[in-house]
């Protein structure tokens, strides 16, 4: 009779909830302050930091691109380590790194700092965000995968929804460096607790199946459980055009989507006051929160390639309607629709890549992804920052970002499964 672990002492106070959910509400919590701090402080910092610290823009922009470069390669060096030794340590330790990055951020006084604070800053994004917890929740769930990477990453939305403002409001009336403290302080007050007491690395040590039980695992339509836990190398993964097609097309599609992102207030600010301008940043991630819902609530049940195309279609338009818009409610319009498809594209791509490259793996297959698609997508903030330094202003900028979405939806058309090599038939015991 196998040793099971006791459950965490939390799901006595849910007997009957399937602890994979349990873990699912840890992580919304913990992404709420890591990545939706981390992620869209970017438009907050590329917006404060000309002022505060008396940078150019593009000298702000090449950090921030800096940032989401550095994203993919920590989290390509993570990725065998999140399959061998779990995410919770990688996740404690991202959160106290993150945390430390964003005080050096706040107090910043040469153009020299910049670039290493901003490094700082992607190490602990990387180590507390999407390759530990996408791996979490690939152990935990199959069949309802989407569902629960869905209502996990709605905590990014809520996060950036509350941020925006209060970051924006916070600096106007304190200066950067009490709101980088402050946003420090509830990183670290928030996911410490979180990692300790909540989060769990594999439901097999606990005598549980994924999804709570076999019978969800065999209702996917549209996954197999020999490919989901069939075990890839890394050199295996690079050899398949299913890898390298993931790779272009989110490189494309999350290049327009943080291009857009990191400049959004500036490009609302020059068109209305920043008072106002910081309630439209706020629309991303509350159109945020209902896209990623409402995908959420499908994708389990299609092909999450065709729901990625049509995000990305979405996005363009969302992008190209913000660029000939003139008006407050239009911009706060077109912005909201840009919001619709913000989180879903990076949450399709982990699961897109699950589906694909299955359990076992996901860590160092997910982590290879990523930074191939990073090595584009970091570019969006420096390339809009630098667009504009030739046009001066941002609409004629941010129509090259339409048509990153545009070559993304194409691309992502063009990708199949890798070709599945002949495995046994699984035995079903072995995950229990």
């Not at 040590?205 to 069939?230: A, F, K, M, N, T």
Request: charged share 10%.
């Amino acid at each position: 009779m196998p040793d099971f672990r006791p459950l965490p002492a939390i799901h006595r106070l849910f007997p009957r909830v399937y602890y994979g959910w349990i873990v699912v509400g840890g992580t919304f919590l913990q992404l709420m302050v890591c990545v939706g701090i981390g992620f869209y402080s970017q438009q907050v910092l590329v917006d404060a930091l000309p002022t505060a610290g008396h940078f150019n823009r593009v000298e702000v922009s090449a950090a921030s691109s800096l940032f989401f470069l550095l994203t993919g390669l920590f989290g390509f060096g993570i990725g065998p380590l999140v399959d061998r030794a779990g995410a919770r340590i990688f996740i404690f330790l991202g959160a106290v790194i993150q945390a430390v990055a964003l005080l050096w951020v706040g107090r910043i006084e040469s153009t020299n700092e910049l670039p290493l604070a901003f490094a700082l800053l992607a190490l602990g994004f990387a180590l507390s965000t999407s390759v530990p917890t996408g791996a979490l929740l690939t152990r935990w769930f199959i069949a309802r995968r989407a569902l629960a990477t869905t209502f996990s990453q709605t905590g990014v939305s809520v996060g950036g929804a509350l941020m925006i403002p209060i970051a924006t409001y916070w600096i106007l009336q304190e200066g950067l460096a009490v709101t980088t403290a402050g946003l420090a302080t509830a990183i670290v007050v928030v996911t410490i607790p979180v990692v300790i007491f909540v989060l769990r690395w594999d439901p097999q040590d606990y005598g549980l199946e994924p999804d709570g039980s076999i019978d969800w695992v065999r209702r996917s339509r549209h996954l197999s459980l020999s490919v989901q836990h069939r075990e890839w190398q890394r050199r295996e993964a690079l050899q398949t055009s299913a890898f390298w097609g993931l790779c272009i097309a989110f490189g494309f599609g999350l290049a327009a989507q943080v291009g857009m992102i990191a400049h959004q207030l500036a490009a609302l600010s020059e068109q209305i006051p920043r008072e106002t301008a910081m309630w439209g940043g706020s629309l991303i991630p509350v159109g945020s929160v209902i896209g990623r819902l409402v995908v959420g609530s499908v994708a389990d049940r299609f092909e999450k390639r065709r729901v990625a195309i049509g995000l990305f279609l979405l996005q363009g338009l969302g992008i190209l309607a913000f660029s000939f818009s003139t008006s407050t409610a239009a911009l706060f319009a077109s912005t909201a629709l840009f919001g619709l498809t913000i989180g879903s594209i990076f949450m399709l791509q982990s699961l897109i890549t699950a589906d694909l490259f299955g359990i076992p793996s996901f860590g160092r297959v997910f982590g290879a992804v990523q930074l191939g698609s990073q090595l584009t997508s970091s570019t969006g903030p420096l390339l809009v920052g630098w667009l504009f330094t030739i046009y001066g202003s941002y609409p004629q900028a941010l129509r090259w970002l339409a048509v990153s979405s545009v070559l993304a939806a194409v691309i992502l058309s063009r990708v199949r499964g890798p070709i599945e090599e002949t495995n046994p038939p699984l035995d079903t015991a072995s995950l229990q």
